[in-house]
């Protein structure tokens, strides 16, 4: 009988998955049409080792398999909108915006958009070559007319309002269930108001404090009251929200110590409530965003900034899930329209006399003002916020952090970044009042006007710092193509950047030491997530401080700048120590595993320069997170780690054309670290 030998020279990949290889360089056939990392070396690869750095990697491949697949799935979409719609001009009240890109067409549409394995990118939307079609999510888009944007062949064009009855393509939050269900009841029985009832306090209890965890409102502010408000008042946001609860209750009916308890019925029911008020929230989210383009921004600051948060909304829910792989085209519609509000309510004319006359200044007290209980009046400092007020400010500084951390993936300088001075980069209460000298008693006069540590745990200025070092980059790397770069005027950015680092982690005291290690903590006895309850969210054990998180991010902000100003040199040893001092506060000042979720861009920066005996402490600390490393982009980032150290050889031979920005494209499409 003879035996069938396995080619000796065939890449890793497909060794590892025990496949024939066709020894294709640079990239084997199998792998490329799976979409997956080739490797090919002299040398055996660190995680070939037989045991469980082998089995890891092995289990590593087939998700990236699986989200490959998913992703090529999604963007067969693409063809069908492309061959007959392009580029549409809307005009937004009295002034022309420009045009709504492809991207945001397809948000309209409740298509998404994949990026990173095929076609070509234009204005940042793949283009996919011919003969590619399909469809997915039940949505079939192969005789909608241009311009629709239902998913049936009926355009929606319902003004936007919250006390507008439901169009008739759109059933009501308890229509879905009647048509199953005469009764409105589950088969529990509970009817259909309920349901939702408990739906929206676990997700107010137990899922907003876990993806938001340093967002703690004061008794003064009443809580979170304003988000309760908002959910029974907006639909999309409503039905977002229940989603979010019923994924994160799936998990913990799937979790090991519920699995003989839980009767599949039960699973099967939660599975098919998150699949129906997705739908009905990308529903309600079209007829929003259609409203605001048939109606216009001006006139419309509230309609306008509740679209805002529920795209905002979406897609942090997608990324928690780990579905967020289409976040630019969510954040480029989210960014466009939170600057026409601007336009068109948060520009104001002040007289300077002389020759200027009169000029145009930006004024966020003037959006608040509109938005306020009582429109024009002022809010004492004693007093809540109004809903309005709160859900601008919330999302407002939510769309402010997403686009810092993008800007790092993509290269380039924040796309509101003009509002940086103005938002974040300002005096603060105390300096003003010692200018003016008066006290402030007014919450909208009060500076500067978004303090994000109170809604993201991070200080302002380590979050204009980290645009700062996104858009120098973006100025290396278009000075470089045009010849023009000269290394002493980055370096003397840089320097500018880097002081104002080290001012404020001066200004933040030494570090709280804890004794448990992050890779070493105890597993909670009961469910991961229920350490995030409305309770336990202030408990101190719950979270580091913001002290701490701050640092963390600062730390790996002055990497990140390393990087931009002398190149790709992990050995180097500013860099080295730099990651060295990230990686100790991460270990010891970190209360707990779960933690690492808000520290993941980070935690990745920091791995990707990590030295090779330094791999596996990044290795165990996602581990020791047991099943919430299945929220958010923490083993996205495992895997950007991973594959920046698999392939050390081929990066140091090309260093000059390696970078931060590399690193967080590498997995076929920039990733946003959150």
Not at 236 to 245: E, K, N, R, S, Y
């Amino acid at each position: 009988m003879t035996t069938r030998t396995r080619s000796s020279e065939g890449c890793w990949t497909c060794r590892l998955r025990r496949k024939k290889c066709d020894e294709t360089r640079p990239v084997c056939e199998g792998c490329s049409t799976l979409g997956i990392d080739c490797l090919y070396s002299e040398e055996k690869p660190q995680w070939m080792d037989g045991g469980d750095w082998q089995k890891a990697r092995g289990e590593w491949v087939k998700q990236e398999i699986k989200r490959v697949a998913a992703q090529r799935r999604e963007k067969r979409y693409m063809k069908d909108l492309e061959s007959g719609v392009g580029e549409i001009g809307l005009d937004m009240g009295r002034v022309e915006v420009g045009v709504i890109t492809t991207g945001t067409l397809q948000l309209l549409s409740g298509v998404s958009v994949g990026g990173g394995d095929g076609g070509d990118t234009v204005g940042g939307v793949t283009i996919l070559p011919d003969g590619e079609k399909g469809s997915g999510m039940g949505v079939e888009t192969d005789n909608i007319p241009t311009g629709a944007t239902s998913t049936d062949t009926t355009a929606i064009a319902t003004p936007c309002s919250s006390s507008s009855p439901p169009p008739s393509n759109i059933p009501s939050r308890h229509q879905q269930t009647d048509s199953a269900d005469p009764d409105g009841e589950d088969h529990t029985g509970i009817p259909a108001s309920e349901r939702d009832a408990h739906r929206t306090m676990f997700y107010l209890d137990y899922v907003f404090p876990f993806l938001f965890p340093f967002y703690r409102p004061t008794l003064l502010d009443f809580g979170r009251g304003w988000l309760l408000v908002l959910l029974q008042r907006n639909q999309a946001l409503f039905h977002v929200a229940q989603t979010m609860a019923g994924y994160f209750y799936g998990i913990i009916l799937s979790s090991e110590d519920n699995k003989e308890d839980v009767p599949e019925l039960c699973k099967s029911h939660n599975f098919d409530a998150i699949q129906r008020e997705q739908e009905l929230g990308l529903q309600w989210l079209r007829r929003a965003i259609q409203g605001v383009v048939d109606k216009g921004v001006e006139g419309h600051l509230k309609e306008a900034s509740e679209v805002v948060a529920c795209i905002v909304q979406l897609l942090t829910s997608e990324v928690a899930v780990g579905n967020g792989w289409n976040w630019r085209v969510h954040l480029d519609a989210a960014a466009q329209l939170w600057g026409e509000t601007w336009r068109f309510h948060g520009i104001g004319r002040v007289d300077v006399g002389g020759e200027e006359g009169e000029r145009e200044v930006v004024c966020f007290m003037m959006l608040l003002l509109q938005l306020g209980t009582n429109p024009k009046s002022f809010t004492p400092m004693g007093q809540p916020w109004g809903t309005g007020q709160a859900t601008l400010r919330f999302f407002s500084a939510q769309l402010l952090f997403l686009d810092v951390v993008g800007s790092t993936a993509l290269g380039e300088g924040p796309r509101l970044q003009r509002w940086h001075g103005h938002l974040l980069d300002t005096i603060g209460r105390e300096e003003l009042e010692r200018i003016v000298g008066v006290k402030v008693k007014e919450k909208e006069m009060d500076l500067p006007h978004l303090k994000l540590v109170e809604f993201i745990g991070l200080e302002n200025w380590v979050v204009v710092a980290v645009g700062q070092v996104a858009a120098l980059d973006g100025y290396k790397k278009e000075r470089k193509r045009m010849g023009a770069l000269s290394v002493t005027e980055l370096v003397e950015r840089a320097r500018v950047i880097q002081r104002r680092i080290r001012d404020g982690l001066a200004g933040l005291g030494e570090p709280e030491v804890k004794h448990a290690c992050p890779s070493s903590g105890p597993v909670p006895k009961d469910h991961p997530l229920l350490h995030f309850t409305a309770q336990g969210m202030i408990s101190p054990q719950s979270m580091h401080s913001t002290a701490v998180h701050t640092r963390i991010w600062a730390q790996a902000t002055l990497t990140y700048l390393q990087v931009v100003i002398s190149g790709w040199q992990p050995a180097s040893q500013e860099i080295h120590h730099s990651v060295t001092e990230t990686l100790n506060l991460m270990l010891y000042c970190v209360p707990a595993p779960a933690c690492l979720r808000v520290l993941v861009w980070p935690f990745t920066v920091t791995g990707c320069l990590a030295a090779p005996e330094q791999e596996q402490i990044f290795r165990d600390m996602v581990a020791a997170m047991g099943c919430l490393r299945n929220f958010g982009t923490i083993k996205e980032g495992l895997a950007i780690m991973e594959h920046v150290w698999a392939n050390r050889a081929q990066i140091e031979q090309n260093a000059d054309q390696w970078d931060i920005a590399a690193c967080l494209s590498c997995l076929g499409q920039p990733s946003l670290l959150i």
